[in-house]
Nanobody, 117 residues
Framework: QVQLVESGGGLVQDGGSLRLSCAAS????????MGWYRQAPGKQRELVAI???????DYADSVKGRFTISRDNAKNTVYLQMNTLKPDDTAVYYC???????????WGQGTQVTVSS
């Protein structure tokens, strides 16, 4: 049973920073990739950032240059450093992990990020 546990969300002012953590139960080497999605009220869930097992990363255009995804293999943890936060970044942020064979996706429970103007 895979568990992904997020932490680090909270309330921050416009222009502030937060770091989200996603701790996996067991080795993250099992996954082909891990990343973060977010969902704002009334909007669809959208991909924020992803890090592949080989280390390559990709970001949504809206967060490029402000957010950085990284991972610590020894701690089985993926991070999302969020700088220069904006009110539009307010959402529930979900950690996810996927495997290609068999095709499986795992989700965390979500952590709320609120950016006040």
């Amino acid at each position: 049973q895979v568990q992904l546990v997020e932490s680090g969300g909270g309330l921050v002012q416009d222009g502030g920073s937060l770091r989200l953590s996603c701790a996996a139960s067991g080795s993250i080497f099992r996954f082909n990739g891990m990343g973060w999605y977010r969902q704002a009220p009334g909007k669809q869930r959208e991909l924020v950032a992803i890090i592949q097992s080989a280390g390559s990363t990709d970001y949504a255009d809206s967060v490029k240059g402000r957010f950085t995804i990284s991972r610590d293999n020894a701690k089985n943890t993926v991070y999302l450093q969020m700088n220069t936060l904006k009110p539009d970044d307010t959402a529930v942020y979900y950690c996810y992990a996927y495997r290609r064979v068999p095709a499986t996706t795992y989700w965390g429970q979500g952590t709320q990020v609120t950016v006040s103007s």
